[in-house]
């Protein structure tokens, strides 16, 4: 083989070298740049109009294999159930995480205008980034791309909320004379005689020892985004003296959301009354929609 050949097969080896370089070089570069974005937990978050919240943050990480100079999150908001949630949330669909950092948050701006009647029920989705090696999650799911939200409507929006059949149990046990409603009976809870923000249903007291009576009217009401149980419900039955029921006052009774249960935190024998020598023994009946 004469010098001329082997100088053409060394040029077209180096060529072949050098073409292979310029395609690896980049691929690795970008490789270094590689990573995903995620939000930091699985949980859900759950507000409710009358908590009075602005702004829903959600946070995010990010995790790449060198330090990118900023990147865009595009999300998607998917309804599960209730009120479209672009008519209770604001939010531009997209969210930047800045230069230099690996944690964000995806900010929702609640509209406090919208009257709901039910809960508005959306899942947050992230959907893409503006870098092509830079993924949501990772494709074994390992790493959560879905936050839920649930926003919960005011009670002074819901007048037909917590109406109907519900099943009462006592979560709390027994008081000091047995049990002081029986469990898994069905009472009937319906608009009070103070209009439509008051409740009421009827239940047998201390059924072991009444049998059957007396039956006591229990009431409550919605104010200011709060549960309200009527004080000194008389039971008619005690040692020397009446036994009256009524709220606890310590134990004040965040929004729930939706109407499928509620729990209503009580006194028994309240301010020591009935003469048996025990007061203001706590109990929580839970009505659970039948």
């Given amino acids: 083989m004469n010098m001329k050949k082997i100088y053409i097969i060394l040029i077209a080896a180096c060529t072949v070298f ?10 690795f570069y970008r490789d270094l740049e590689a990573g995903w974005v995620q939000f930091t937990s699985a949980s859900s978050t759950e507000i409710g109009l ?12 990010l995790q790449t294999t060198t330090n990118i100079d900023g990147i865009d999150i595009s999300y998607d908001l998917v309804s599960v159930s209730g009120t479209s949630p672009n008519s209770v949330v ?4 997209v969210v930047n995480i800045a230069p230099g950092t690996l944690e964000g948050s995806l900010v929702l701006t609640v509209n406090n205008s919208a009257v709901l009647s039910e809960p508005a029920v ?14 949501v999650g990772l494709s074994d799911g390992s790493k959560p791309i879905t936050h839920r939200v649930s926003i919960c409507p005011s009670l002074d929006a819901s007048t037909g909320a917590f109406i109907g059949d519900y099943i009462l149990t006592v979560p709390t046990g027994a008081g000091p004379f047995g049990d ?23 239940a047998d007291y201390l059924p072991a020892i009444g049998a059957g009576f007396p039956v006591v009217d229990i009431n409550f009401s919605f104010v ?5 149980i009527e004080d000194g419900v008389g039971t008619g039955l005690g040692c020397s003296s009446q036994i009256f029921l ?8 965040s929004t729930p959301c939706g109407d499928a249960s509620i729990s209503l935190n009580m006194l028994d024998f309240q301010g020591g009354s009935g003469g048996c020598g025990v007061g203001d023994v706590a109990m929580t009946i839970l009505l659970t929609k039948v």
């Fill in 122 to 135: 959306f899942d947050v989705i992230l959907s893409g980034t503006s870098r092509n090696n830079v993924r």
């Fill in 90 to 93: 604001n939010g531009s669909n």
């Fill in 224 to 228: 200011g985004g709060q549960i309200i």
């Fill in 18 to 27: 050098v073409s292979c370089k310029d395609d690896e070089g980049p691929s």
């Fill in 246 to 253: 009524g709220g606890n006052s310590g134990n004040i009774l």
């Fill in 50 to 61: 009358d908590d009075n919240v602005a702004q829903i943050e959600i946070p995010l990480f």
């Fill in 180 to 202: 002081q409603f029986e469990d898994g009976i069905t009472v009937t809870v319906s608009e009070g005689a103070g209009g439509a923000f008051t409740r009421t249903f009827q």
